[in-house]
């Protein structure tokens, strides 16, 4: 795998709340120079990545329900298809963990749905299950119910709770879905090594804020 191979898999991220729109605009001209697969930002970031993105084959990522999914669903589906008019091509939503916890399922597939159907035809959806919150039989099951409700992806994790991805966890929950939808790892992955390890797994998309030095390190 080469640096521009490697780069595709990337979503080069800033979520941080004290991102600038400096900030912003240095990471969308490092995406464009590394080929990253997209930026992911905050939803209040996205008008601006997109104007300076429109055009190139970078997309524009940015969350919904973020960090702890615990917003209802039709405002997760609102901020979804608001992220979508201001040029989002990809959304990275948050289940709404607690219900998944209380084996209220149908909520959890409904929850996933909503913003699904808002996203059908006109952006990705990656759905964030935030592995280390959940036990491996509450991981497949999240992703099953990601795959019935219409995502696109699975994601593990936020980068903002107590622990990130993991390579058990990607091989779980790429055995959870089979081949026909993304994989995600996202949260504590700095280097290439941890890198190439997930994908290894079965990520198909990395999350990723050292994204730079990660690619450079196959110079």
């Known amino acids: 795998m080469n640096?521009?191979?490697?780069?595709?898999?990337?979503?080069?991220?800033?979520?941080?709340?004290?991102?600038?729109?400096?900030?912003i605009i240095k990471l969308c001209k490092e995406a464009l120079e590394h080929k990253f697969a997209s930026v992911c930002v905050n939803a209040s970031?996205?008008?601006?990545?997109?104007?300076?993105?429109?055009?190139?084959?970078?997309?524009?990522?940015?969350?919904?329900?973020?960090p702890l999914g615990a917003t209802t669903k039709e405002t997760k589906a609102f901020?979804?298809?608001?992220?979508?008019?201001?040029?989002?091509?990809?959304?990275?939503?948050v289940i709404n963990i607690g219900a998944l916890k209380s084996g209220k399922l149908d909520a959890v597939r409904e929850d996933i749905k909503a913003v699904a159907d808002v996203c059908?035809?006109?952006?990705?959806?990656?759905?964030?299950?935030?592995?280390?919150?959940?036990?491996?039989?509450?991981?497949?099951?999240?992703?099953?119910?990601?795959?019935?409700?219409?995502?696109?992806?699975?994601?593990?994790?936020?980068?903002?709770?107590?622990?990130?991805?993991?390579?058990?966890?990607?091989k779980l929950m790429r055995r959870a879905i089979g081949p026909n939808m993304g994989v995600k790892a996202s949260g504590g992955i700095r280097n290439l090594e941890s890198a190439l390890k997930m994908i290894e797994a079965g990520a198909t998309r990395i999350g990723a804020s050292a994204s730079v030095s990660i690619v450079n390190e196959l110079e």
């Open 79 to 93: 901020e979804a298809a608001q992220a979508i008019k201001d040029g989002a091509a990809e959304i990275d939503m």
């Open 3 to 23: 640096k521009y191979e490697l780069a595709s898999h990337i979503d080069h991220t800033l979520l941080k709340p004290d991102a600038k729109e400096s900030d």
């Open 120 to 170: 059908k035809g006109k952006a990705l959806l990656k759905v964030i299950i935030e592995t280390c919150l959940l036990t491996d039989e509450e991981k497949v099951t999240a992703c099953q119910l990601s795959m019935e409700a219409g995502a696109d992806f699975v994601k593990t994790s936020t980068g903002f709770s107590k622990a990130g991805a993991t390579v058990e966890d990607v």
């Open 45 to 66: 970031f996205v008008k601006l990545a997109y104007s300076f993105l429109q055009g190139t084959e970078v997309r524009v990522c940015t969350v919904a329900g973020f």
